[in-house]
Each structure stands twice: as C-alpha cells, then as structure tokens.
C-alpha cells in the first residue's frame, strides 16, 4: 500500500494514533488508504482511530478510504463493527479475503504462452496504466497520476505486463517485505479473460521473485473472480478485510 503513498512525489506516508495513514497526492479515496497498525478492543478505541484518519485526510482535503483487517479486532468489536463505520459517514465498499500460499500447487490445466515484461519504460507504464485503469474502473486521468509516473517503479513495487502477439492483455505487480511476496494488480482485459493469461502471468512474476530473493511464500487479497483460481493456485484464506470509502 505505501506505493500509493511515494509514486506521485505528491504523497505523504505517517503512522499515528494506532493507524498507517498513506496519502497518494491524488484526490481518489481507494488511492488514500488507512490501515490499524495494532488490535483494537473497544468501540471507542475504533472510533478513535477512524476520527484520527478523518481529521488527517480532511486537512488534506482528499477523499480517503480504511483497510480494516478482521483479524486486528477484539472482543464485542469484532463482531458488530459496521455500524461504526457508518456513524463515521464511512460506507462498505467491498470484502477482500486475505489468502497466503507457502509454495504455489502446480497448475492444473496447461497454461497458454504470454510474453511478460517488466514495467521499467514509458510503454510498459502506459499499458499497466490503461488496463488498470478498465479493469478495476478507475478514471483514466487519475491512473496517470499513479501508475504513468517514472518514479512510481524506483520503489518496491514492481510491475509486469502480459502481451499476446504485441498487445498488452494483463497485469500483475509484487511486493517483498517481510519474508513473504504480495500478489498485487491482477487483472486480464475483458476479451481474454479465463483463457489462463492471468495466472500464467503470475506465475511467471512469482517466478521471477523467487529467482530474485529465493522467497516462495505468497500473499494476496482476492476478489470474488479470482477467488477460485487462487484456490486451485495453492492458496487458502487465513484473514478478511473490509473496505470502507468516504
């Protein structure tokens, strides 16, 4: 997540209060994200936490969004949290879980052949850019904001592209940090979809990573679409997160 907090040059990234607080730079709530950096057990703990990012983000003047982790959550809390949001003018905006594979099954169909290239030029960055952009129904405008940026690709977050005969057709980005692999940005356009390109695209990426670090554990928050292919993939789910959008 602290990617969207470095690629524009515009962002801010602080820890305060019990919460991570990454600001993109870019007016865009699910590109402001905040994140519990340790277990809450009450109510009012929780709502101090989510009024600390409001304040933070209202300063700002930026739309902002909370990353809740189920798993962070103790006693009562645990089990009627929505509400709360909801007094904060916070609305659910989806359920991701959170599934880790320590090593990837093999996979069960053969896969078809994609080129994968790295994002590391103006090409690469233009084309994870707009299939970002469709696929998860961000404005275009404001993907540029992010993913076009050269500097975006210094940090941690590296990026690979799937082209099928020259055209670029799907994405996936990871993320190393502390011992595991984050599984980011998977998505394959409309016309391609559940042929496979995806998860031969990832495979190739985690490939890459393993080559790179010898790290073999992996992580990722699932959609509902991608839900079963990560079960086949060797992945299980281990926590749940809620989204909440300003």
Not at 217 to 240: F, S
């Given at each position: 997540m602290r990617f969207f907090g470095q690629a524009s040059g515009s962002g801010d990234i602080q820890e305060r209060d019990g919460v991570l607080l990454i600001d993109s730079g870019v007016d865009y709530a699910v590109f402001n994200m905040v994140l519990l950096t340790s277990p809450v057990a009450t109510r009012a703990e929780l709502e101090g936490r989510i009024a600390a990012a409001a304040d933070y983000f209202r300063r700002r003047g930026a739309r902002w969004s909370f990353w809740l982790c189920e798993d962070l959550l103790d006693g009562p809390v645990r089990c009627n949290f929505d509400p709360i949001f909801e007094s904060r003018r916070l609305r659910r905006l989806t359920e991701a879980p959170g599934m880790l594979a320590d090593r990837l099954a093999p996979p069960t169909r053969r896969l078809p052949a994609i080129e994968s290239r790295k994002v590391r030029d103006r090409q690469t960055r233009c084309d994870f850019t707009q299939i970002t952009s469709l696929n998860f129904e961000i404005p275009y405008s404001t993907c540029r904001l992010i993913y076009e940026q050269e500097r975006a690709w210094d940090f941690d977050y590296k990026g690979y592209v799937g082209y099928l005969n020259g055209r670029a057709v799907a994405t996936v980005a990871v993320v190393v940090a502390e011992g595991a692999a984050g599984v980011y940005s998977v998505s394959t356009l409309p016309a391609y979809r559940r042929r496979g390109y995806a998860e031969a695209l990832m495979r190739d990426a985690l490939s890459d990573c393993v080559r790179?670090?010898?790290?073999?554990?992996?992580?990722?928050?699932?959609?509902?679409?991608?839900?079963?292919?990560?079960?086949?993939?060797?992945?299980?789910?281990?926590?749940?997160f809620s989204v909440y959008i300003t």
């Open positions: 790179a670090t010898g790290i073999e554990r992996t992580i990722l928050q699932a959609t509902r679409a991608g839900y079963a292919m990560y079960q086949k993939m060797g992945y299980r789910e281990v926590t749940r």
